[in-house]
């Protein structure tokens, strides 16, 4: 099962992420030429990212699929339905630009991402199950992106879906199968840079995300606010529609909530890289900003749900001590 860090450190984590992000943002807008050097190298940033994010699996995280195979289905059918349309909802409700909706659309497409397991773990949600969740978006994106992107996005920017299935199996699907192949055969040695890996990927989004944003500094200006919006809407809507997604298809509380944290959390980094191959530097600055503002939601969120999972507890203490009550006097009648 993936390392999932401390509470302490997790919500730190999830908290100076997106300051972190934050700064090399503003780095590469007020700097554009020199955090443009990164901006060729965003692919190779985000393939070194998804090996290490390789070596935090193993093999017995895909157990739950065959264990559990309803809410992880529930889930990731809501993760590539859900999100998409969702996408095209915002896009249409505020008039996006075509580039800027095809990067809404390329974030709604996107698998989910790493940053779900913390958030899943401060929520006191089933973090096994948002392990696998992601694990099986990601392998399965290679296929369901790009020909989500071309149905949803080809009529506003043309698309080699193809291509970016290509792509997409060189940055996401090859590290990955990688590092989890190097965990199986090296399982010491991995595991004592376990601890480690969070800020490796950390600075490893930060500096995509730096190229990102120097290569479309200027759109960034105009059109920032309204990208803003639509992210904010769009990220919203996934946490919600995926738990109501969920409870409607009788997912219990716990696993309904993992659903919601991993609807709304999207690999943003992989769609702000795509998007940067595929399409224009506007049409990456949806996946950049989602980089940002999805881990301060999903902080949020984790403390709604929690305050839940502790209630629920509670409750579930309360109903044992009333039938222990109704059993001791029961045998005392008799």
């Known amino acids: 099962?993936?390392?999932?860090?401390?509470?302490?450190?997790?919500?730190?984590?999830?908290?100076?992420?997106?300051?972190?992000?934050?700064?090399?943002?503003?780095?590469?807008?007020?700097?554009?030429?020199?955090?443009?050097?990164?901006?060729?190298?965003?692919?190779?940033?985000?393939?070194?990212?998804?090996?290490?994010?390789?070596?935090?699996?193993?093999?017995?995280?895909?157990?739950?699929?065959?264990?559990?195979?309803?809410?992880?289905?529930?889930?990731?059918?809501?993760?590539?339905?859900?999100?998409?349309?969702?996408?095209?909802?915002?896009?249409?409700?505020?008039?996006?630009?075509?580039?800027?909706?095809?990067?809404?659309?390329?974030?709604?497409?996107?698998?989910?991402?790493?940053?779900?397991n913390v958030i899943a773990y401060l929520a006191k949600a089933d973090v096994a199950l948002s392990v696998t969740m992601t694990s099986v978006s990601t392998i399965l994106a290679p296929v369901f992106t790009p020909l989500l992107t071309k149905w949803l996005a080809g009529a506003y920017m043309p698309l080699d879906a193809l291509g970016m299935a290509g792509t997409i199996a060189r940055i996401v699907l090859i590290p990955v199968i990688g590092g989890l192949t190097l965990r199986m055969l090296l399982p010491r040695m991995v595991e004592r840079v376990l601890p480690v890996l969070p800020w490796f990927s950390t600075v490893g989004v930060a500096l995509a995300i730096a190229g990102v944003v120097a290569g479309s500094s200027a759109s960034v200006k105009t059109v920032g606010a309204v990208i803003l919006l639509a992210v904010v809407i769009h990220n919203l809507l996934g946490f919600a529609c995926g738990f109501g997604f969920a409870r409607l298809l009788r997912v219990p509380g716990r696993a309904a909530r993992t659903v919601s944290i991993e609807v709304g959390m999207q690999n943003s980094g992989l769609a702000a890289g795509l998007a940067t191959t595929y399409f224009t530097p506007e049409a990456a600055l949806p996946g950049a900003v989602f980089s940002i503002w999805h881990n301060l939601s999903g902080a949020v969120l984790a403390v709604v749900y929690r305050r839940i999972a502790d209630r629920e507890a509670v409750n579930r203490v309360r109903e044992r001590n009333v039938w222990k009550r109704r059993a001791t006097h029961s045998g005392r009648d008799n």
Not at 74 to 103: D, E, K, R
């Open 1 to 116: 099962m993936r390392q999932v860090p401390a509470e302490k450190s997790a919500l730190t984590a999830v908290m100076v992420f997106p300051l972190i992000i934050v700064g090399v943002a503003a780095w590469a807008l007020i700097f554009p030429g020199s955090a443009g050097h990164l901006t060729p190298h965003i692919n190779q940033l985000l393939g070194v990212i998804m090996f290490g994010m390789g070596l935090t699996l193993t093999v017995q995280d895909f157990e739950l699929v065959l264990t559990r195979p309803r809410p992880i289905l529930v889930g990731v059918v809501a993760q590539f339905i859900l999100m998409p349309l969702l996408a095209v909802f915002v896009a249409h409700v505020l008039q996006l630009s075509p580039a800027v909706t095809v990067g809404v659309i390329l974030v709604g497409c996107a698998p989910g991402g790493t940053a779900s």
